[in-house]
């Protein structure tokens, strides 16, 4: 698709800020964040094929200025990894690279391969295992969490049929209880992050209560 004027004229203004955006800025919200009492886990966003090298290192600083050890890539594409892997290590930050479904195109976080190629890349390179995509991909999450659990370090929890409809978790088809149990028996440094996935009445507050609680009976029982 072609590049309109405005689009080029927002890009440049969010690359100038990140290059210019002072650590204080992400310290003085990294204090928010503990005042409240909240975790900080990850910092989740896209490096898109036109981040230009000094734009990569911003994002990193802006990370380290957070204090955050894991970085969700979000929609990162294979090909940016060498050029990332230099900046992780710089920082010590492991990126977590997110998948999608698309597994017949080789560029994108999809297919075990797509994983093997940047887990070859550098030691900090890690998966943020979605487990919705991943199936619909033709993967089994199940097995690529018991295939490499130290190169993982969250799993995007949803449901779904096999059809690839969204389901409240528990109801679907994909081994959302086995993941659960196989990270808490093995006593694994793995979150699972809930994503709303859902079907029937309610609201989405009591669709992700429900679903929340069904991860926590999984695990008390």
Same mark, same amino acid.
């Given at each position: 698709?072609a590049?309109?004027p405005?689009?080029q004229?927002?890009?440049?203004?969010?690359?100038a800020?990140? *290059?210019s955006?002072?650590d204080d800025?992400?310290?003085?919200?990294?204090?928010?964040f503990?005042?409240?009492g909240? @975790?900080?886990?990850?910092? @989740?966003?896209t490096?898109?094929?036109?981040f230009?090298?000094?734009?990569?290192?911003a994002v990193?600083?802006?990370?380290r200025?957070?204090? @955050?050890?894991?970085?969700?890539?979000n929609?990162t594409? @294979?090909g940016?990894?060498?050029?990332?892997?230099p900046v +992780?290590?710089?920082?010590?930050?492991?990126?977590a690279?997110h998948?999608?479904?698309l597994?017949?195109?080789?560029?994108?976080?999809?297919?075990?391969?797509?994983?093997?190629?940047?887990?070859?890349?550098?030691?900090l390179?890690?998966a943020n295992l979605?487990m919705?995509h991943?199936?619909?991909?033709g993967n089994?999450?199940? +097995?690529?969490?018991?295939?490499?659990p130290?190169r993982i370090t969250?799993v995007?929890v949803r449901d779904q049929?096999r059809?690839?409809s969204?389901?409240d978790?528990? *109801?679907?088809? *994909?081994?959302?209880?086995?993941m659960?149990?196989f990270?808490?028996?093995?006593? *694994?440094?793995i979150?699972?992050?809930l994503e709303?996935a859902?079907?029937g009445?309610?609201?989405n507050?009591e669709?992700?209560?429900?679903?929340?609680e069904?991860l926590r009976s999984v695990?008390?029982?």
């Amino acid at each position: 698709a072609a590049v309109t004027p405005d689009y080029q004229r927002t890009r440049d203004a969010l690359r100038a800020w990140r *290059l210019s955006a002072p650590d204080d800025l992400f310290q003085t919200i990294r204090r928010k964040f503990d005042a409240s009492g909240l @975790v900080l886990f990850s910092y @989740v966003m896209t490096i898109g094929d036109d981040f230009t090298d000094a734009e990569i290192d911003a994002v990193f600083r802006h990370m380290r200025a957070l204090r @955050v050890g894991v970085f969700s890539t979000n929609q990162t594409r @294979v090909g940016m990894g060498p050029r990332i892997a230099p900046v +992780a290590e710089k920082y010590g930050i492991r990126p977590a690279f997110h998948n999608h479904a698309l597994v017949t195109d080789p560029n994108e976080v999809a297919s075990l391969e797509s994983f093997d190629r940047l887990f070859g890349m550098s030691k900090l390179f890690m998966a943020n295992l979605d487990m919705g995509h991943f199936a619909r991909g033709g993967n089994d999450p199940l +097995a690529f969490l018991k295939a490499p659990p130290d190169r993982i370090t969250h799993v995007h929890v949803r449901d779904q049929k096999r059809d690839g409809s969204a389901a409240d978790i528990g *109801l679907g088809d *994909l081994p959302v209880a086995e993941m659960l149990r196989f990270v808490r028996d093995g006593r *694994l440094p793995i979150a699972f992050i809930l994503e709303q996935a859902r079907s029937g009445a309610g609201t989405n507050v009591e669709k992700a209560r429900q679903n929340l609680e069904y991860l926590r009976s999984v695990l008390e029982a």
